[in-house]
């Protein structure tokens, strides 16, 4: 069965701190995998997407590598702010289709 | 702003009913993702318009059904509502040239949050 499991669940750091969400899959045939942020009660927005071939992408602060031989993926927020508390979530989709599968997120809580 | 646009954004309804919820793409994207997040989870794949026709579709039943619009609107129908049905729905666009996998950016809109009482 396709999974998409995140840990930790819920994470609270300090502002200014670095902090590292963790994704493990187990979808195959793999296309992509995906980050995104989602702020309460808003809709999810995209940090960074990855093919096979690529094991690190990044936007700003953020940072997202992939190991596609462990089928694992993480999510580094460098210097973190108040702006950044919000659920990340991470999104693996099924190659040859349109199928994606999202794991529950990790919910980040940041205090000043 | 994502450019994607959802209607209503809090609903209320009762069990038996029957709800629609619309979504309007950004401009020039001709595929429109619709997904279930219940409190607290990730959102789950419902069903997929490309093109004005559904070409993907995850463990839903018939009674969620949708359509996409010649201008790529696009709405969610869901008949005989049950309690469980309470969640968040998502809609995402995207431009695809195949209508197949995502493998460039979706866009959300912010939702429609779903009551079944």
């Known amino acids: 069965k396709n999974q998409v499991e995140q840990s930790p669940q819920s994470l609270i750091i300090l502002e200014g701190k670095n902090c590292t969400l963790q994704?493990?899959?187990?979808?195959?045939?793999?296309?992509?995998l995906r980050w995104y942020k989602q702020d309460t009660g808003r809709g999810p927005v995209s940090l960074t997407i990855?093919?096979?071939?690529?094991n690190t992408k990044s936007n700003g602060r953020y940072t997202a590598t992939l190991d596609a031989d462990t089928k694992q993926s993480s999510l580094h927020i460098t210097a973190s702010q108040l702006s950044d508390s919000a659920s990340y979530i991470c999104?693996?989709?099924?190659?040859?289709?349109?199928?994606?599968?999202f794991g529950a997120g990790t919910r980040l809580f940041v205090k000043a | 702003e994502t450019g994607v646009t959802q209607s209503p954004t809090h609903l209320i309804k009762t069990r038996g009913q029957q709800v629609t919820l619309r979504c309007s793409s950004q401009?020039?994207?001709?595929?429109v993702s619709w997904y279930q997040q219940a409190l607290g989870q990730g959102p789950q794949f419902i069903f997929q318009?490309?093109?004005?026709?559904?070409?993907g579709r995850g463990n839903f039943p018939p009674r969620f059904s949708g359509l996409q619009f010649p201008n790529y609107s696009s709405e969610l129908n869901v008949n005989a509502l049950e309690l469980d049905d309470s969640a968040l729905y998502l809609c995402?666009?995207?431009?695809?040239?195949?209508?197949?996998?995502?493998?460039?950016?979706?866009?959300f809109g912010a939702g429609t949050r779903l009551s079944v009482l």
């Open positions: 995402a666009s995207r431009l695809s040239v195949s209508g197949g996998e995502p493998k460039n950016i979706q866009y």
């Open positions: 994704c493990n899959y187990t979808v195959s045939p793999f296309s992509n």
């Open positions: 990855m093919t096979f071939s690529e």
């Open positions: 999104v693996v989709s099924e190659g040859g289709g349109f199928k994606t599968i």
């Open positions: 401009s020039g994207h001709n595929t």
């Open positions: 318009y490309y093109r004005e026709e559904e070409n």
